[in-house]
């Protein structure tokens, strides 16, 4: 596993923009497709982005797609998730995590682990 902490959440209003910074420890970050995830009280963690080891491949749930950017910093240990243009829909503790299993792209919860604390996102109307 690769132990990862999330950073960059907070309050914006619907429109705003804010950058979730992932930061991973481990010698095999930069083996290791990695994942954005947010889950919102009451709900599923749900699948938002996920990344391949290089930063070449991308993918992203559709609600996001359009708005959201995932890449990588492998030399520095770190996976962002810009998010611009944000609603209210997105207000959601955001969590990063490691790719364990499963093909790229997957979106299956339990493809992902060394989950991160998470980070909350609250989106104001």
């Known amino acids: 596993q690769v132990p990862l902490v999330e950073s960059g959440g907070g309050l914006v209003q619907a429109g705003g923009s804010l950058r979730l910074s992932c930061t991973a420890s481990g010698r095999t970050f930069s083996s290791t497709r990695m994942g954005w995830f947010r889950q919102a009280p009451g709900k599923e963690r749900e699948f938002v982005s996920s990344i391949n080891r290089s930063g070449g491949y991308t993918y992203y749930a559709d609600s996001v797609k359009g708005r959201f950017t995932i890449s990588r910093d492998n030399a520095k240990n770190v996976v962002y998730l810009q998010m611009n243009s944000l609603k209210p829909e997105d207000t959601a503790v955001y969590y990063c995590?490691?790719?364990?299993?499963?093909?790229?792209?997957?979106?299956?919860?339990?493809?992902?682990?060394?989950w991160g604390q998470g980070t909350q996102v609250t989106v104001s109307s």
């Open positions: 995590a490691a790719q364990l299993f499963g093909q790229p792209g997957t979106m299956y919860v339990d493809d992902f682990g060394s």
